[in-house]
Every structure is written in structure tokens, then in C-alpha cells.
């Protein structure tokens, strides 16, 4: 099975080319992070403008790239939702126009899922399994039995931790998109201030940053106040401490608790160098099977919408010409 797909959801003008739901035949991302830098975030009457202009050249390297016409696809995807409803239009036009002119099944695809899967193309998705999904706008711990079934276990009440670090390094001073940045930053700093840990209730799978990101900023408030230095590193690697302690504690239990020895990472903050080690040793101490996906896979990207979409296929779960994007769509409504 050979699906073309697109992803538009957000800042980032994505097709790719996927086969049997596991193969990348191409994978094309244009990025306009450099439009949206000097606002420090992403202006969606830019994202939308560089959608459009992006869009069809961005599909003709994707199957350029692949070396595949429209008459060896066998369906069409593209991102339903949530994102910024001016950018999905752009993907969701385009999908429904080749799907059209193609006479191709027209797939949608949530985006959270579409990260979740972006694990499939590593290795095969086993379950039971749990999926932290950590990224700009979604902090979730998700249970799934089966392909294309995903409950909610737990989920952030404020901040998202990508948008944590975006905006403690608003704070700091360092460009958008800040996530990167920290981590690097934190790789060189000791860990020696004590931020708040919000654990919430006891039995709780629930997330909260947004105390954390107020007593970093407090914490620099103060410093400059009383003309004390304070090394950006030491923030940037006691932050990161303090948010990988609360994910991967609260992950871990969730893993024992539902009796799950499958733990899979999804969404751009599964980049991050410290999550990853944290994972990865806590995940070797309890012998479960982690999958992280290159940072490539990470973040926004198409091929991740393909290999979810597959399964879709499978399932026959199509749209037709009345598809529109979806900003606030639900993950347990796309299934
Ligand atoms: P969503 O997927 O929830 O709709 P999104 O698509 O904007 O949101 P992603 O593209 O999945 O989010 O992830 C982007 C986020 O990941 C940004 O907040 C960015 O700062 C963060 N990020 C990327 N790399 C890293 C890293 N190495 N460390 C920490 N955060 C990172
Ligand atoms: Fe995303
Ligand atoms: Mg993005």
C-alpha cells in the first residue's frame, strides 16, 4: 500500500510517501521557522500564507523523491486536526484536490496519533502499550489496546511542555523555538536549584508546568533584583531536571499499574536529550521495551501522518469532499 501524505497542522509544510505504513519512500519538510523567529512564536496568518506557497512544490518533491506517480498511490492523507485552522485548510484542500483529480481514498489522520506512529516506522507497535506523548501543545499519557484505540490516562491541566521550554527560554532570552535551546544549554549546567515538582494527587496521571515555569521566572526576577548572577545553564539544566523527573516518574507508574511492558515516546519534546536518557534507563530498570523515534521523527513531519493512516486504510475509515480541518479535535473522537 503506497499513501501519500501531508501535514500542515502548525508551522511546518510537511508531505511524504509511505509504504505499508512502515517504509518512508520520501519524507519532505519545509520549515518556516525563520518567518515566525522574530515574533518569538508562531504567527498563524504567516503559517497559513507560507502553507500555500509551499504546498504544491513541497507534494512534487515528495513523490519526486519517491519516485512514484499518482497512479501507484493507493490513498491520500493528510493531518484533520488539531492545529491552526488557516494551516490544516491548506493540507485538507490540497488532500481533497489530488484525491479528487486521482479518484483516491481521501484518509484523515489526527495529529496526535500521527506522532504516536511516527514509533511504527522504528519498529512494529506491540500492545498493550503507553505513549507519552510530550510536544508544543499536548502532554498525555495514552493507553492503547489495539491499533487505532487510544484512552487517555492523563493529561496536562495548564501548560504543554513544549510549551514550557518555549517559554522559560523566552525568559532566558533565547530564540524561538526554545526547546532546542534549553537542552543545550542543560547539557553543560549543574542541576542545583530545586524547582516545584507538581505531583498532583496521589493516583493522579495529570501534568502541570505552569508553577514550574513561574518559579524559574521568579527565580530570575529575584537574581536580577538582588544583582546576583544566576549561569543560564544552571536554570536550563535544573528546569529540564525537574520536568524529566515528574515524566518519566509518572510514566513509569502508569507502566505498572496498567501492566504494560511497551512504552513508546511521541510529539518534539521526545527530542529532548534529557527525556531520552531518562526514559531510557528508567525503561531498562523496569524491562520494558522503549521505542524513541530519531529526532527527525520527532517533530513535525508527514511521514508520521502516513504510517497512522495505513492502519486507517485497513480499517476503510475514509472522508469525503465535505473533510475540514478540525483545530480542537479530539484523539478519542478519530477513532
Ligand atoms: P502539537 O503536536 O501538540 O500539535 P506542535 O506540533 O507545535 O504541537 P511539535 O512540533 O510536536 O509540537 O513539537 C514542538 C515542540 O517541541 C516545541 O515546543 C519545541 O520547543 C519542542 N522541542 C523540540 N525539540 C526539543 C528538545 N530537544 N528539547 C525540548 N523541547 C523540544
Ligand atoms: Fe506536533
Ligand atoms: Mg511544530
Redesign the pocket.
Known amino acids: 500500500t503506497t499513501i501519500l501524505a501531508i501535514e500542515t ?4 509544510t510537511a508531505a511524504a510517501v509511505i509504504q505499508n505504513g512502515d517504509t518512508i519512500l520520501s519524507n519532505v519538510i519545509a520549515s518556516q521557522m525563520e518567518s515566525h523567529k522574530r515574533f518569538g512564536g ?1 504567527v498563524p496568518e504567516i503559517a497559513s500564507r507560507h502553507h500555500v506557497e509551499q504546498i504544491t512544490v513541497t507534494i512534487e518533491e515528495a513523490m519526486a523523491q519517491a519516485e512514484v506517480t499518482f497512479a501507484d498511490l493507493d490513498a491520500m492523507a493528510v493531518t484533520e486536526g ?2 491552526l485552522v488557516g494551516a490544516l485548510l491548506v493540507g485538507v484542500n490540497a488532500a481533497k484536490a489530488i484525491a479528487f483529480a486521482h479518484n483516491l481514498p481521501l484518509i484523515p489522520v489526527h ?2 496519533a500521527g ?1 504516536v506512529y511516527a514509533n511504527h516506522l522504528i519498529e512494529p507497535l506491540t500492545f498493550p502499550l503507553i505513549s507519552l ?6 502532554t498525555e499519557l495514552i493507553y492503547m489496546k489495539e491499533h487505532g484505540h487510544f484512552a487517555l490516562i492523563g493529561e496536562t491541566r495548564d501548560d ?7 517559554k522559560v ?1 523566552r525568559t532566558i532570552g533565547l530564540p ?9 544549554l542543560a547539557q553543560t549546567g549543574e542541576a542545583s536549584i530545586d524547582f516545584p515538582r507538581a505531583w498532583l494527587e496521589d493516583n493522579s496521571y495529570d501534568f502541570s508546568f505552569s508553577g514550574l515555569k513561574s518559579a524559574v521566572i521568579n527565580t530570575l526576577h529575584n537574581a536580577k533584583q538582588k544583582e546576583v548572577e544566576i549561569a543560564p545553564e544552571v536554570i536550563a539544566a535544573s528546569f ?1 531536571e525537574a520536568v524529566c523527573d515528574v515524566l518519566v516518574t509518572k510514566t513509569m507508574r502508569a507502566l505498572k499499574e496498567y501492566n504494560v511492558n511497551k512504552l513508546v515516546v ?10 531520552r536518557q531518562a526514559l531510557k534507563q528508567a525503561a531498562a530498570d523496569a524491562e520494558v521495551s522503549l521505542t524513541i523515534p530519531p ?1 527527525a521523527l ?3 513531519n508527514a511521514a508520521m501522518i502516513g504510517s497512522a493512516a495505513h492502519i486507517l486504510f485497513l480499517q476503510e475509515k475514509f472522508a469525503d469532499d465535505r473533510l475540514n480541518g478540525v483545530p480542537g479535535l479530539s484523539l478519542t473522537e478519530n477513532v
Open positions: 497542522s502548525c508551522d511546518e508562531v488539531p492545529g495529529h496526535i506522532h506523548v510530550v510536544s508544543g501543545g499536548h504543554a511542555v513544549g510549551e514550557a521550554y518555549d527560554a524561538y523555538p526554545g526547546g532546542p535551546q534549553i537542552d543545550k529540564q511521541a510529539g518534539g519534546v521526545a527530542a529532548n536529550s534529557g527525556l529526532l520527532c517533530t513535525d
